[in-house]
């Protein structure tokens, strides 16, 4: 997701002189040193202060350019957070907060560097757009809607590196604020969002083999979360599942089940997200996501014991 | 001979400020203030008294206007709590009407007791202290990177260089040689609380922590307008940022209200109105 961000944003920032990134110690390479090295002026480093970074993008955008902020998830959104409130989403300035390592990627990293609850804080920001793609070509459908859009702030939840594609055969495109159905199937739904849907996939096999059809919904704008397509997947499943690597409170799970109240839904919902506590576990992305209970065997046999 | 050049242009400009009348404009912004205090119940009169010079120079002198009579440089008030003299400077200048000043703080007007970005004249929401000079960086290096020749003033409180962002702020406006951002801190010596110089003392000196920054520091005395004038526009040609450490008195005008911490926020009543007004009206 890094690297294609970075590809995407030189390609992007090549064409449109508004373009700048604003990193505080923290940069992918790749094509962003590319882009440092041909547009030198465009590219700033604030060092280790998350504050100034967030701040000086916002008067970058009151003055007419069209500034992204780059750092780890925790650092570009919980360092800065009153700047992210009060100068970008108060004044609704057309700003991309990156958030690199969204959830527990940096798992051996301990908690200081896991946004766990990253979702859910964002998305209780008036005016803030959250974002958070699923895999390397969902990113760069993002970082161009990101690009050249004019609703507002938005925090982009990225990955690491490494993801592998899921939606390359999609049966919808990838369109802002839109649900998108990346797998078809008749009998359950999957919601999910973000590096985790890696597991939804497995997870949907796992059902297929049980003769359940399982369809894949990428929910990749959780703010404005799409409604009116979530109604229509409570109504169409008998069971939704919804699967996110996010604080159980305020996380997509809890509006999925308040929409489901308010129409008086029949469906099945079934939910995983993280726990609601600090885990101390430093191995593997997937070794501590088992240890929040999102195994994909343990998953499986809670939704297929309905 | 860019010095001279320079020089000449100061001489040219200081004969542009006039004392005299910048007394008279603020001696208006003061009791115009006083007469707003008397429709709510709080508003931060002693903060806007101790920067009311500064922004007067600012307005009527520094800043430079195009051929339409629009300002080419930014005000960038920091210091959100003070912003009742610059919406007093806008009504006089006819950005803000008399009716949006009489609305202030109502619930039909559009002016509160902190400014809001795209309100006219304002170029930034602030109010939560330690903001406005991330704005300003980012605004003035936006215009650099541009290839215009605006500059950025920006008002801030003495008390917000406690806040770590301020010097975030200041370390990164070095960093980038930001020679088109002019800074002025109002020095009254006082947070909200009490007197820095006794509960603060690490905050002082002052001039040797801001040059160490990478910017040029100027100490002016903060209720002369044409001191502030002068050291303003000594920062045209600068490379890097300045900051005028402008010494002023908070409350400045009003014998009761100057360096007594109740009047950061407290109206005056009807009584203490009246002789409020007084003082200001006689003042020499």
Redesign the interface.
């Known amino acids: 997701m890094r690297n294609k961000f970075a590809d995407t944003f030189y390609e992007l920032g090549r064409q449109d002189p508004r373009l700048?990134i604003v990193v505080a110690d923290i940069s992918p390479a790749g094509s962003i040193e590319k882009f440092r090295t041909e547009f030198p002026?465009?590219f700033?480093n604030?060092?280790v202060?998350e504050?100034?970074m967030?701040?000086?993008?916002?008067?970058?955008?009151?003055?007419?350019?069209r500034?992204f902020a780059y750092t780890i998830a925790t650092f570009s959104l919980y360092r800065p957070f009153?700047?992210i409130r009060?100068?970008l989403c108060?004044?609704n300035l057309c700003v991309t907060v990156v958030g690199i390592g969204g959830g527990l990627t940096y798992s051996t990293l301990g908690a200081t560097h896991h946004a766990q609850e990253d979702v859910s804080i964002a998305c209780a920001v008036p005016n803030l757009t959250v974002i958070a793609p699923c895999d390397p070509l969902e990113t760069e459908s993002a970082t161009r809607w990101c690009a050249d859009q004019e609703h507002g702030p938005v925090y982009l939840r990225l990955g690491k590196a490494g993801e592998p594609s899921f939606t390359q055969a999609a049966p919808q495109p990838w369109v802002f604020g839109k649900l998108r159905r990346i797998r078809e199937g008749s009998n359950v739904c999957i919601l999910s969002y973000g590096p985790i849907m890696k597991r939804a996939y497995a997870v949907a096999e796992r059902l297929e083999a049980t003769g359940r059809s399982t369809a894949i919904v990428s929910v990749h704008t959780l703010k404005p979360l799409d409604v009116k397509g979530i109604v229509e997947i409570l109504k169409k499943f008998p069971s939704v599942v919804v699967i996110e690597e996010c604080a159980p409170n305020g996380g997509l799970a809890m509006q999925v089940k308040a929409i489901a109240f308010d129409i008086g839904a029949q469906t099945r919902i079934h939910s995983f997200a993280l726990r609601d506590e600090f885990i101390h576990c430093y191995g593997s992305h997937d070794d501590i996501l088992d240890a929040h209970g999102l195994g994909v065997g343990e998953m499986a046999g809670r939704i297929l014991g309905e | 001979m860019k010095l001279e050049r320079s020089r000449e242009r100061i001489e040219e400009r200081r004969n542009a400020f006039d004392p005299y009348a910048a007394k008279q404009r603020c001696r208006r912004y003061r009791k115009r203030i006083l007469e707003i205090s008397q429709q709510v119940s709080a508003l931060h009169v002693a903060p806007a008294f101790s920067c009311v010079e500064i922004v007067d120079a600012l307005y009527n002198g520094v800043m430079r206007r195009d051929a339409k009579c629009e300002y080419r440089d930014v005000f960038l008030m920091s210091k959100g709590h003070g912003c009742m003299i610059q919406y007093v400077v806008l009504e006089e200048q006819g950005v803000l009407s008399r009716a949006d000043i009489d609305a202030y703080c109502k619930p039909h007007g559009r002016l509160g007791a902190h400014p809001d970005?795209?309100t006219p004249g304002i170029?930034?929401?602030t109010?939560?202290l330690?903001?406005g000079?991330?704005?300003?960086?980012?605004?003035?290096?936006?215009?650099r990177?541009?290839g215009g020749d605006t500059r950025l003033y920006c008002v801030l409180s003495d008390g917000e260089f406690q806040e770590?962002?301020t010097w975030?702020?200041m370390?990164?406006a070095g960093?980038?040689g930001l020679g088109n951002l002019v800074a002025l801190m109002d020095n009254n010596d006082f947070s909200g609380l009490e007197r820095m110089s006794e509960g603060h003392k690490a905050f002082y000196p002052l001039v040797d922590k801001v040059r160490a920054f990478g910017w040029r520091a100027i100490e002016v005395a903060g209720h002369d307008g044409a001191a502030i004038f002068e050291a303003a526009a000594s920062a045209a040609d600068s490379a890097v940022p300045t900051l005028l450490i402008c010494r002023t008195t908070k409350g400045k005008g009003v014998s009761f209200m100057e360096n007594v911490p109740i009047w950061h926020y407290r109206s005056p009543n009807p009584r203490e109105y009246v002789q409020a007004l007084m003082e200001i009206e006689t003042a020499p």
């Open positions: 700048c002026q465009r700033v604030t060092g202060a504050q100034i967030i701040g000086m993008t916002a008067g970058m955008a009151q003055r007419g350019l500034p009153e700047m009060d100068d108060y004044q | 970005y795209e170029a930034a929401s109010g939560s330690g903001h000079l991330g704005l300003a960086v980012g605004q003035a290096f936006a215009e990177l541009k770590g962002s975030e702020a370390m990164m960093n980038l």
